[in-house]
């Protein structure tokens, strides 16, 4: 091998070239050149196998042509090939061994010189084997073993290089499909991905949509605050989708789901050898939403260490990303999500107050499900339609007592909580209807008593005291109101306020005539009954 100086720096090359991000046509020719330098052949030609045939994909030397280069042949016809897959072994072969065994792999396409002399080479690598390398010599001089192990090590980088290959390839094919997915989703869902925004009962809800749209409009942080799954990253999407971003990427990163090691690289990317592993230069998140919007979820998570760079990424719009003194430009909208107090936070010397200040500038604050119960007739409809998007389950409603039950549940894990209770009650329930025995929600103390729920009665709490005592009718009429809006206005038939009061409709009607309950505000007197 001294006659071979390259020899050192194409095996290291190779070895690279496993764990790098060239394409298998670079990668097989590369290691034909490489072989070209350490033995003699006048015919190299790389096999690759599929479904029990060998097909050819490269060829060097001076006997590679068209017809070898489109050459394939049935693997169980060549037993000295096959042998040399199943044993994993390179093999020399002399012209006595295609006399006993299998023929000549070329046969009808090259007219080699009787006894020439031939090598085969197994590409296996982990569990798979990709296929053969064959060196063929006109001459009659058969390979010596040092060579034959030389080039067995050689096939096995090979392979390795194209089990890389075909993982990338794979790991590629599925990033596609998962956006093309998200995509698909996001059409069928169409202009009503917002949600129930603007269309909300609760006036906390439409005042805050109002001012979601207002800032939208700006470039402006904003800081978007609530409970978990009151739809924190759906106001953030509303509002790129409303904002002149629209038409660029919108960029979402966890803080809480990467590990704290991997964040800097993930928020402002890396340089090839910044770390163990870094193969090559890799954009961070803040380049990818360049020209878009960029949302922060679980902010509160950010290690301390890592704030002081965001603040200035966001106050410069410039970085630096890991392993690198050049400085990036991008132009990102930033948005922030957090369930937690971060008040607290900065308190505890856990979050930059600095930045604090710089994200929420226009703070948003997403109400809990339990403060907005209203909703809940509307937000059903909209949950249990996109729903049906997703699984075909079309026309599934909640009835009256369904919606009596669901009012009366505090829901700690707000709408994605709803939203599971709905998909569950439909995978249960037999026709489209869901009823009160169809959601298994917990009853516990959560549960309020609502007539006729089955829940159990508790002790109200005492009232404050030195409160002012409400009167009865003042209690009552904010009952009545209550369950109005629950039903939407409607007093008759099944589901209407009456049978949920547990009275006449006549005499609610006159109830409400004494309490001065006219109509409901926000409903066209929709009685349907
Ligand atoms: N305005 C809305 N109208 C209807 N459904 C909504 C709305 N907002 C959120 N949802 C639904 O509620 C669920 C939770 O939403 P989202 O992930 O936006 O909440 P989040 O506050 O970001 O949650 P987390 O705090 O866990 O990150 C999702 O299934 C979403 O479809």
Same mark, same amino acid.
């Given at each position: 091998?001294?006659?071979?100086?390259?020899?050192?720096?194409?095996?290291?090359?190779?070895?690279?070239?496993?764990?790098?991000?060239?394409?298998?046509?670079?990668?097989?020719?590369?290691?034909?050149?490489?072989?070209?330098?350490?033995?003699?052949?006048?015919?190299?030609?790389?096999?690759?196998?599929?479904?029990?045939?060998?097909?050819?994909?490269?060829?060097?030397?001076?006997?590679?042509?068209?017809?070898?280069?489109?050459?394939?042949?049935?693997?169980?016809?060549?037993?000295?090939?096959?042998?040399?897959?199943?044993?994993?072994?390179?093999?020399?072969?002399?012209?006595?061994?295609?006399?006993?065994?299998?023929?000549?792999?070329?046969?009808?396409?090259?007219?080699?010189?009787?006894?020439?002399?031939?090598?085969?080479?197994?590409?296996? +690598?982990?569990?798979?084997?990709?296929?053969?390398?064959?060196?063929?010599?006109?001459?009659?001089?058969?390979?010596?073993?040092?060579?034959?192990?030389?080039?067995?090590?050689?096939?096995?980088?090979?392979?390795?290089?194209?089990?890389?290959?075909?993982?990338?390839?794979?790991?590629?094919?599925?990033?596609?499909?998962?956006?093309?997915?998200?995509?698909?989703?996001?059409?069928?869902?169409?202009?009503?991905?917002?949600?129930?925004?603007?269309?909300?009962?609760?006036?906390?809800?439409?005042?805050?949509?109002?001012?979601?749209?207002?800032?939208?409009?700006?470039?402006?942080?904003?800081?978007?605050?609530?409970?978990?799954?009151?739809?924190?990253?759906?106001?953030?999407?509303?509002?790129?989708?409303?904002?002149?971003?629209?038409?660029?990427?919108?960029?979402?990163?966890?803080?809480?789901?990467?590990?704290?090691?991997?964040?800097?690289?993930?928020?402002?990317?890396?340089?090839?050898?910044?770390?163990?592993?870094?193969?090559?230069?890799?954009?961070?998140?803040?380049?990818?939403?360049?020209?878009?919007?960029?949302?922060?979820?679980?902010?509160?998570?950010?290690?301390?260490?890592?704030?002081?760079?965001?603040?200035?990424?966001?106050?410069?719009?410039?970085?630096?990303?890991?392993?690198?003194?050049?400085?990036?430009?991008?132009?990102?909208?930033?948005? +922030?999500?957090?369930?937690?107090?971060?008040?607290?936070?900065?308190?505890?010397?856990?979050?930059?107050?600095?930045?604090?200040?710089?994200?929420?500038?226009?703070?948003?604050?997403?109400?809990?499900?339990?403060?907005?119960?209203?909703?809940?007739?509307?937000?059903?409809?909209?949950?249990?339609?996109?729903?049906?998007?997703?699984?075909?389950?079309?026309?599934?409603?909640?009835?009256?007592?369904?919606?009596?039950?669901?009012?009366?549940?505090?829901?700690?894990?707000?709408?994605?909580?709803?939203?599971?209770?709905?998909?569950?009650?439909?995978?249960?329930?037999?026709?489209?209807?869901?009823?009160?025995?169809?959601?298994?929600?917990?009853?516990?103390?959560?549960?309020?008593?609502?007539?006729?729920?089955?829940?159990?009665?508790?002790?109200?709490?005492?009232?404050?005291?030195?409160?002012?005592?409400?009167?009865?009718?003042?209690?009552?009429?904010?009952?009545?109101?209550?369950?109005?809006?629950?039903?939407?206005?409607?007093?008759?038939?099944?589901?209407?306020?009456?049978?949920?009061?547990?009275?006449?409709?006549?005499?609610?009607?006159?109830?409400?005539?004494?309490?001065?309950?006219?109509?409901?505000?926000?409903?066209?007197?929709?009685?349907?009954?």
């Amino acid at each position: 091998m001294g006659r071979h100086p390259e020899v050192t720096q194409d095996a290291r090359e190779l070895v690279e070239l496993a764990t790098t991000e060239e394409g298998v046509g670079e990668l097989l020719r590369r290691g034909l050149d490489w072989v070209s330098r350490v033995v003699p052949f006048d015919l190299a030609t790389l096999f690759l196998l599929k479904e029990g045939r060998l097909e050819a994909v490269a060829a060097r030397g001076p006997l590679a042509n068209q017809a070898v280069r489109k050459h394939s042949l049935q693997l169980a016809d060549f037993p000295s090939l096959k042998q040399a897959l199943e044993t994993r072994r390179a093999r020399a072969f002399t012209e006595e061994d295609h006399s006993h065994g299998d023929g000549d792999p070329f046969d009808g396409v090259l007219d080699l010189p009787a006894g020439h002399s031939c090598m085969v080479v197994p590409l296996c +690598a982990g569990e798979r084997c990709y296929g053969v390398l064959t060196l063929d010599r006109a001459q009659c001089e058969t390979y010596a073993q040092p060579v034959v192990d030389l080039v067995e090590v050689y096939g096995q980088m090979l392979a390795t290089a194209l089990q890389g290959a075909e993982q990338r390839a794979t790991a590629e094919r599925l990033h596609r499909q998962d956006h093309e997915h998200a995509k698909l989703l996001e059409s069928q869902l169409g202009g009503d991905s917002e949600g129930i925004l603007e269309t909300s009962l609760s006036p906390v809800m439409r005042d805050l949509s109002r001012r979601a749209r207002q800032v939208a409009e700006t470039d402006t942080p904003v800081l978007i605050t609530g409970e978990t799954g009151t739809g924190k990253e759906r106001l953030a999407r509303a509002i790129h989708r409303w904002s002149a971003r629209a038409d660029q990427p919108f960029v979402s990163l966890n803080c809480a789901a990467i590990p704290a090691g991997l964040l800097e690289s993930e928020l402002f990317g890396h340089v090839k050898g910044a770390f163990t592993g870094a193969n090559r230069d890799r954009a961070g998140r803040f380049q990818m939403a360049h020209g878009g919007t960029l949302l922060l979820d679980e902010i509160g998570e950010l290690p301390v260490e890592l704030q002081a760079k965001l603040l200035r990424a966001l106050q410069e719009k410039a970085f630096e990303p890991v392993g690198s003194d050049k400085t990036v430009r991008a132009d990102v909208r930033i948005l +922030a999500a957090t369930h937690v107090d971060l008040h607290q936070a900065i308190a505890q010397k856990r979050f930059r107050e600095d930045l604090f200040y710089r994200l929420s500038v226009f703070p948003l604050r997403l109400p809990p499900l339990r403060e907005r119960r209203e909703d809940l007739p509307q937000l059903t409809v909209f949950l249990l339609e996109e729903q049906a998007k997703r699984t075909g389950r079309r026309g599934m409603r909640v009835s009256a007592s369904g919606l009596t039950r669901l009012a009366s549940y505090d829901w700690p894990g707000n709408l994605r909580e709803l939203a599971n209770a709905l998909e569950r009650a439909t995978i249960l329930t037999r026709g489209q209807e869901l009823t009160a025995q169809s959601f298994d929600l917990p009853n516990g103390e959560r549960a309020r008593e609502v007539p006729g729920s089955g829940a159990v009665e508790e002790t109200p709490a005492p009232l404050p005291a030195g409160a002012k005592v409400p009167t009865l009718a003042a209690v009552q009429r904010e009952h009545i109101l209550r369950v109005l809006t629950l039903t939407r206005g409607r007093v008759y038939g099944e589901g209407g306020a009456a049978a949920l009061l547990g009275l006449k409709p006549s005499t609610l009607q006159s109830r409400m005539k004494k309490l001065g309950i006219e109509r409901l505000e926000g409903f066209t007197a929709a009685e349907d009954a």
